[in-house]
């Protein structure tokens, strides 16, 4: 709408987003239809039954209730914990509270939220995630529902994976995968392309292998949009 107010650049409607961990889980929620897939995971009304400020019950919605991008036309991700991750336990959830406090004015709104609402949430647990550690739990139900979610037809994903030497010390304690996400939290079934690249999750992005792949798929994009069938293998090999 800034860029393009007018909608005359084709080019902004063909994007790639790219992602590196929680990063690639952002971006795959700009390509699916929500549905009330994530909010029957907090309450077991409707949303329109629910007691609130105008405010609130606005950014609810804004939260629980979306539609895909139609500008997204593929998504890269990057070491992604598609899973969750088992990095977040209580241990680390407790550390991340007691160092990070979300702003008071953000917190009383949905407190007073559940005053108002007894026994209308399933579960409030998404509503009072306070960092990302948090979200990125395994047992969080949100990732089940991204997982399980209706994406757009016209949307490609590609995948990344990174995974440490199994010989290594910290592989011995968090197993297959990059130290951080487990190799079979990082798969994505329905991707069209998928590299495992040797490196640990804070430089699997940056990896040279992981850079040509990202490179790879740009231009297989690029091709697509301007040439014939095949072209997309030449551009690369060019």
Known sequence: HTLDPEGQEPALDQMVLVGHSMGGLISKLQTLHSRDDFWQLVANVPITA?????????????????????????????????????????????????????????VQPYQKLYRENPGRFVDGTLLK??????????????????????????????????????????????????????IESARLEDAVSELVVEADHSTVHAHPAAVLEVRRILLEHLAALRGPPGAATAAYQA
């Open 50 to 106: 629910i007691e609130a400020e105008p405010e609130v019950r606005q950014n609810l919605a804004k939260a629980f209730y979306f539609a895909p991008s139609p500008s997204v036309r593929r998504v890269v991700t990057i070491g992604t914990p598609h899973r969750g991750s088992d990095f977040s336990n209580q241990t680390t959830q407790w550390l991340m509270s007691k160092l990070i406090r979300l702003p008071a004015m953000l």
């Open 129 to 182: 995630i306070e960092n990302s550690i948090d979200s990125l739990s395994p047992k969080n139900p949100a990732l089940k529902a991204m997982l399980a979610g209706q994406r757009a037809p016209w949307v490609k994903y590609h995948n990344i994976v990174g995974r440490m030497p199994t010989d290594s010390f910290v592989s011995r304690i968090s197993g297959t995968g990059d130290g951080v996400v487990h």
